[in-house]
């Protein structure tokens, strides 16, 4: 395996680690009484359980998308400068499909943001 792909692989799983330690923390820290005392603070009915459901789901949403739009990225933006190297007309049509990718984790923030509209 090359250097520069040892590196982004490692990147990649540093990430990963980091991210889902991260949100072990969050649900692991949220007590239910706080919980419970936020939704009543705000009106709403929603448990402690749902809540850290929800926070689950919406965490999930993003860092999945977002991993799911850098690998398409990836390999989009791989295959699009190699065919722009070749014909340099193709700039506007590659752009295009490079923006669609990315266009992933865009409807995962959506997501996250209707998942937690939904607690509130």
């Known amino acids: ?28 820290g949220l007590p239910a009484q706080a919980a419970d005392a936020a939704t009543a603070a705000a009106g709403g009915s929603v448990g402690s359980e749902v809540w850290r459901w929800g ?11 977002a991993l799911g739009a850098g690998f398409a990225v990836a390999k989009v933006g791989t295959a699009a400068i190699g065919a722009l190297a070749e ?26 943001i209707l998942i937690l509209n939904r607690l509130v």
Do not use: C, D, N, Q
Not at 5 to 17: D, E, P, Q
Not at 55 to 65: D, E, I
């Open 87 to 112: 014909k340099p007309e193709l700039f506007g049509r590659l752009l295009i499909f490079v923006g669609l990718a990315e266009g992933i984790a865009i409807y995962g923030l959506i997501v996250s």
């Open 55 to 65: 926070l689950a789901a919406a965490a999930a949403s993003t860092a999945l998308s």
């Open 1 to 28: 395996m090359k250097p520069m792909m040892k590196f982004s692989a490692a990147l990649v799983a540093m990430t990963l680690v980091l991210g889902l330690g991260a949100t072990a923390l969050l649900l692991a």
